[in-house]
Structures are given as structure tokens and as C-alpha cells.
């Protein structure tokens, strides 16, 4: 008898690979994936201005790496003696006003150099809501009482005209990059148990004609693989809201298996033993065989950087050099 089915799904047109620099932004889910991404070595930025939920703060935080924007003491807003900006995730947030925007500043830059020559741009929208303040919307509401925003729902039309346009300045920037978009499997109860699934399919209907427009956009359907497959609060955490290990690593596997190329699949495991070697604590580090594991695997590190020259096993050959 079969408790569950199982959703396996399409493999990505053009697949991953290893040497591709991938750019991601939007929700937590993104820094998730983004942490799997780094973890087995691949070249990526994520969230250059921290977590972002809707997709007109995603697409304007796009617009800004560009030119790149550079954001100067107006652009920021004071509150609970901190000086954060309306587009940017509290991370960014300081006291000293010019220590917020040198952080802020020196995200845009690396955000503007790794989007010219990124090949994949991931982009995972959490939330058709968005909380506008004097006609804007912002990207994070700092922990200001909410009713000083103003709260409304995206319409489908809306989510696909800012995300194409934005899109379209950044494949100028850039022509050869593509496009991954997937949908947070995290549910926004806060707006309630109807208006999320509203604000989720409105993202769905959105991303469905953004794809059939531009042949440069994919879709990956995490959400679909939480929501319908794994179906089961067992795959949540205590919040129940959102995907806990377990979940995130079904995802990830799914993930990996339709959108990487095999070159690269058969490479994580080489990667991953690596940087699992390189995270072990000896019992005693002067004993033979503590060395004799040290030697083992800067030899295995050596080899693999001659092969894959485009990946930085700098971090791990210098944990195992130490003999």
C-alpha cells in the first residue's frame, strides 16, 4: 500500500554545471538551498540585501545591482536606534548610520560584479503580499507596527510585469545568464490560512506565464514537493510552517538530480567527503594516525583541484597541509 506519491520532477532543459556561477535571491528557502549550493563548492552569492519575500522588492533590488546603485544617507530611515534601509533585510541595520551603508554599499558592489558574469540566476519568491509605506513597497517592514503600511495582495498581472521587466535589464547586463524560479514551500500564516494560498497561487499563475514568455526562465517545483509529495507535518519544523531537515535534504536531492548535469552529480559526493574530512576534530591531532589522515586527504584535495581548477578547496587544503 502506498501512503504518499511520489512527484518527481522534469529534468531541466539545460542542466547545471559545477564551473556555472549561480546567483540567488529572495526568501529563507533561498539561503537554504544557497547554503547546500556552497557547501558542495559551487561559486554563489545569495541575498545580496538580505531575505526578501515579495517579488517587487526581489525585482528592485535586481534594478539597484545594475548601474550598481550606490546608497547614500537618505536612502536610510532611523528607528529603535538603528539606521536600516527600507530595501535591505535588518542584517543590514546599525547604529552608526555610515557603517550601515558602507555594508550596504559593499554588498551592491559584489552583487553588480557577480551578476555580469553569473550564468544562473535562482530566484525564489515567498509572498504575492506586499506592504507598501507613502506608495512604495517595501522589502522588510523592521519591526515598525504594521499599521503604519499599507497591506494588499499582488494581482497575477502585477507579479509578471515587474518580474519581466527586471529580468529583461538584467539579461542586457548580462545575455548569456538563465533563470530559475521556484516558490517557497514556507507558509505565511500570518496572513492567514486562505490568503496564503491565494498569495501562493497567484506566484504559481504568475511564474507560469513568466516561463511562457521568456525562453530564459525555468521553473523548479520545490513548493509542489513539500506541499503535494511529502504532504506531512513530520517534514516541519516545530513552527509547523516551515520545512525542517529532512525536507529541505528531499528537496535538495530532487533538486540535484533534475537540474544538475551528470558531470557535476557525480562529483558532490568527492566534494562533500572533502570538506566532511576537513570539518573533523582529532581526539589527538600529533598522532600518527591523525597525521597519516591529514596527508591522505590533502592528496585527495590536490588531485581534485587539478582536475576542477574553477573550484576553491583553498579553506580545506590549508586545514590539511598542517602535517
Known amino acids: 500500500m502506498n501512503f504518499r506519491l511520489e512527484f518527481t520532477p522534469k529534468t531541466l532543459a539545460k542542466p547545471i554545471r559545477h564551473e556555472d556561477k549561480l546567483f540567488l535571491i529572495g526568501s529563507c528557502f533561498t539561503e537554504q538551498i544557497g547554503q547546500k549550493l556552497a557547501h558542495h563548492k559551487f561559486r554563489v552569492i545569495d541575498n545580496p540585501n538580505g531575505i526578501l519575500f515579495n517579488p517587487v522588492s526581489i525585482a528592485a533590488s535586481l534594478s539597484t545591482y545594475i548601474a550598481p ?15 536600516g534601509s527600507w530595501a535591505h533585510h535588518t542584517r543590514f541595520s546599525h547604529p552608526d548610520k555610515q557603517v550601515a ?33 507613502s506608495g512604495a513597497v517595501v522589502a522588510n517592514c523592521h519591526k515598525v507596527p504594521t499599521d503604519k503600511f499599507l497591506k494588499r495582495l499582488l494581482s497575477v498581472e502585477e507579479v509578471v510585469d515587474v518580474l519581466e521587466k527586471s529580468l529583461r535589464e538584467t539579461i542586457l547586463l548580462n545575455p548569456g545568464l538563465h533563470c530559475l524560479v521556484t516558490i517557497s514551500p514556507v507558509r505565511h500564516l500570518r496572513d492567514g ?60 536531492e530532487k533538486f540535484r538530480d533534475t537540474c544538475f548535469d551528470k558531470a557535476c552529480i557525480g562529483l558532490l559526493d568527492r566534494i562533500a567527503e572533502i570538506v566532511q574530512a576537513a570539518s573533523h576534530k582529532a581526539f589527538n591531532p600529533s598522532s600518527n594516525a591523525h597525521q597519516k589522515f591529514l596527508h591522505q586527504y590533502e592528496g585527495k584535495t590536490k588531485a581534485l583541484m587539478t582536475d576542477y581548477p574553477y573550484i576553491d578547496f583553498s579553506r580545506e ?3 590539511f597541509a598542517q602535517t
Open 193 to 252: 490560512f486562505v490568503e496564503n494560498n491565494r498569495s501562493k497561487a497567484t506566484l504559481i499563475l504568475a511564474v507560469e506565464e513568466l516561463c511562457r514568455r521568456m525562453p530564459q526562465v525555468f521553473y523548479f517545483p520545490a513548493y509542489e514537493l513539500i506541499i503535494d509529495d511529502l504532504r506531512d507535518y513530520r517534514f516541519f519544523a516545530e513552527d509547523m510552517v516551515h520545512p525542517n531537515y529532512a525536507a529541505t535534504q528531499y528537496v535538495w
Open 101 to 133: 551603508l558602507g555594508r550596504i554599499n559593499e554588498s551592491q558592489q559584489k552583487a553588480h560584479r557577480f551578476l555580469k558574469e553569473a550564468d544562473w540566476l535562482m530566484l525564489t519568491l515567498g509572498s504575492a503580499f506586499v506592504y507598501e509605506q
Open 317 to 319: 587544503l590549508s586545514i
Open 69 to 83: 546603485k550606490i546608497y547614500a544617507e537618505p536612502d536610510l530611515f532611523y528607528h529603535q536606534e538603528l539606521w
